[in-house]
């Protein structure tokens, strides 16, 4: 079984602050996904990334693969009030399976 | 372009009972899948499907089945519901297994 351990599980901070939040495995990912979820919906893919190092950005977002494909991070920069939700992510073949995720919390 | 639906989205069964969660994409994707989620333990996988006629178990499949006849549907059927059930229940589809499209989730409480 390929386990995604996120970290931290909880992160409450004020509109503005950067923050990072961290995804790790001991086994190897073809690639790996992130998700955000809000209360009452499904998760909504934000990104894949496919290649070790490899480096995404959406808008304020950046996304990180780890070179040996065991890792992937997920940087907000100058986080808003709207980024508030839970962040999952999640790797498999066709077991697709995800981590229990950092709940986000921006205080206006 | 509805996505993926699943009804209904409330239910409360009494234990004991069976119930079938639906679940219907209309974007021809041939991977579906079902998670349940709980406070604190992610998403985890019952079942999925890579095309019609074609299931398969993932992390938690004991107390459900799944069956693919067509590639829009993907029912979830709880045999013989108990407490340890009560879940939001999601379904997803993907065109290629990676990329999910999730539904908004049936939220299930068994008594």
């Known amino acids: 079984t390929q386990l995604l351990e996120q970290s931290p599980q909880f992160l409450s901070i004020q509109e503005g602050e950067n923050l990072t939040v961290y995804c790790n495995s001991s086994?190897?990912?073809?690639?790996l996904q992130w998700y955000r979820q809000e209360p009452g919906e499904g998760p909504v893919l934000l990104v894949t990334?496919?290649?070790?190092?490899e480096v995404k950005k959406l808008k304020r977002l950046t996304f990180q693969f780890g070179d040996a494909r065991k890792d992937s991070s997920l940087h907000i920069t100058a986080a808003q009030t709207g980024d508030t939700g839970l962040y999952l992510c999640?790797?498999?073949?066709?077991?697709?399976?995800f981590g229990a995720g950092t709940r986000l919390t921006v205080k206006p | 372009n509805a996505g993926v639906t699943q009804t209904p989205k409330f239910q409360v069964l009494k234990t004991g009972q069976s119930m079938t969660l639906q679940c219907a994409q209309d974007m021809n994707h041939e991977y579906m899948s079902w998670y349940r989620q709980d406070p604190g333990m992610g998403l985890r996988l019952i079942h999925y499907?890579?095309?019609?006629?074609?299931?398969d178990q993932g992390e938690v499949p004991n107390g459900y089945n799944v069956s693919r006849s067509t590639t829009e549907d993907f029912p979830l059927r709880l045999l013989s519901a108990a407490p340890s059930q009560t879940s939001v229940y999601f379904c997803a589809s993907s065109p290629d297994t990676h990329k999910l499209h999730f539904g908004n989730g049936t939220r299930l409480t068994v008594t």
């Open positions: 499907s890579v095309g019609a006629g074609i299931t």
């Open positions: 999640a790797g498999g073949n066709n077991d697709m399976r």
């Open positions: 990334v496919v290649t070790g190092g």
């Open positions: 086994s190897v990912f073809s690639s």
